[in-house]
């Protein structure tokens, strides 16, 4: 079956407006009719947009992005306890991939990428137009840039890898777009992830990874799982930094109090993901 994601990203673009919209006035919770008003699109053309995008009705949807849901599924949910007790690698129930993560080794780092080929490429995704990277050893990057200049944005990601060499490939990575998000063309597949980071910084990605689909956690309990509790300050400064979103959960950490705290890519994309995520693992159940 073709993956359609040209169309998922234009439409992701409306949806993104209505979440913005719905965020800028929950305490005045707006009608359906008036979220359509405000995208300039009649009732019925707003329900059959959301209805292909998401799967399910704008109604249905709309209740995976309260406060009241977030509080919930922390208070049913003992995350990373459970998911410490499974192991790193288990699949997820979204994308059905096996994630491997490998950390470059300290000496690695240091040469700032030297001798490794980064391939990359931008494509369009059901949460907008992404930017794309891997090397021979595994996916490096995976960043929203719908938003961003995509020259400066190359720009200043080569300048982070320096010493390596690039190729854009968009045949090869679009490969990647499919296996991460076209979940019935990845089953039992595996993907590898290379992080490039501080010793810090890969602990809380691979904190992150613990985090199964459908669930949250808190700045706080991912602090206390790689053993340092008073550090939530800079445990969100290491999420913030993330080099591969989606597949790194960074958007399924929030506050403790249901607010869902920042994201490096919007606040309104991570609403999208997390209730996208809530609408396919409650289908799945």
Known sequence: MKNNFSQQSKDYARIEKAIQFLGENFQDQPSLQEVAQKLKMSEFHFQRLFQRWAGISPKKFLQYLTKEYAKALLKDSNILEVSYASGLSGPSRLHDLFINYEAMTPGEYKQKAKG???DYGFHPTP???CFIA????GLCQLSFIDKLDKRKYLDDFKKS????????DQEKTAGFV???FAPQSSRKESLHLIGKGTNFQIKVWEALLRIPTGGLSTYQTIAKSIGHPRAVRAVGTAIGNNPVAYLIPCHRVIRGSGHLGGYRWGIARKRAILAREAAINCDLS
């Open 116 to 118: 490794l080929i980064i």
């Open 178 to 180: 499919r296996k991460i």
């Open 161 to 168: 890898w320096k010493n390596a060499q690039f190729n854009l």
């Open 127 to 129: 949460f907008g137009e």
């Open 134 to 137: 891997s090397t021979q050893r």
